[in-house]
Every structure is written in structure tokens, then in C-alpha cells.
């Protein structure tokens, strides 16, 4: 659901920036879950994802159309992780720098 959530946001600031003039290229979305990243790629409809709403389904329209492109991360390797759990000050530091955030002097 994160995965497809992300994908409908991509595409509405694709399309924003299109009426600008700014065409993008796909927009690389990294996951740690390979199922998901599966179910997106791949139009097949399995029994046991029949209870995943209809609307969760709209990834693969953007995959399709070259909207998006899914790649996988390890879980360990995941600088999203950053925002969403508390790391050792190592991973801090490290998914920080990926991520491209900087904090005032003076600050950790």
C-alpha cells in the first residue's frame, strides 16, 4: 500500500512539473519488499492478493506507462528508515549523508 501511495504522489508531481514544461524520466522507487515490488510488476492477480483494494492496484498503470521504476534495497541498506525508526548513531550518520540532510553547526 506504502508502495502504491508513493507511486500516486510521483506521478501527480510528474504531471505538475509536466504542465511547467519539465519532463522527467522515470522516478526510481526503492522498496525493501520484494512481494510488493512483484505484485506492482506484474499484472497476474493472485488468489491470496484478492483482498488488496482495487485502488492499491494503480501502480501498475504507472510502471506501465514509464512513470515510475521499482528497484529493490535490502531492509538493513534502507535510508528511509531514517523517518521511520529509531538507529544506532552509525546508521544515523550514514543514512543522513545518503539522504543529503545537513543540520546547523553545533548540531549532533
Wanted: charged share 20%; with cysteine.
Amino acid at each position: 500500500m506504502a508502495l502504491s501511495d508513493c507511486a500516486r504522489q510521483v506521478t501527480w508531481i510528474q504531471s505538475l512539473l509536466g504542465e511547467l514544461g519539465y519532463k522527467l524520466k522515470a522516478i526510481p522507487i526503492c522498496s525493501d519488499n520484494q512481494g510488493s515490488i512483484f505484485m506492482a510488476s506484474n499484472p497476474v492477480t493472485e488468489p491470496c492478493s484478492k483482498h488488496i483494494n482495487i485502488r492499491y492496484h494503480g501502480i501498475r498503470k504507472s510502471v506501465v506507462k514509464g512513470n515510475v521504476e521499482l528497484f529493490f534495497i535490502d531492509g538493513t541498506e534502507n535510508p528511509a528508515d531514517l523517518l521511520t525508526k529509531n538507529l544506532p548513531r552509525e546508521k544515523f550518520m550514514k543514512f543522513r549523508a545518503q539522504l543529503g540532510l545537513q543540520f546547523p553547526s553545533g548540531s549532533i
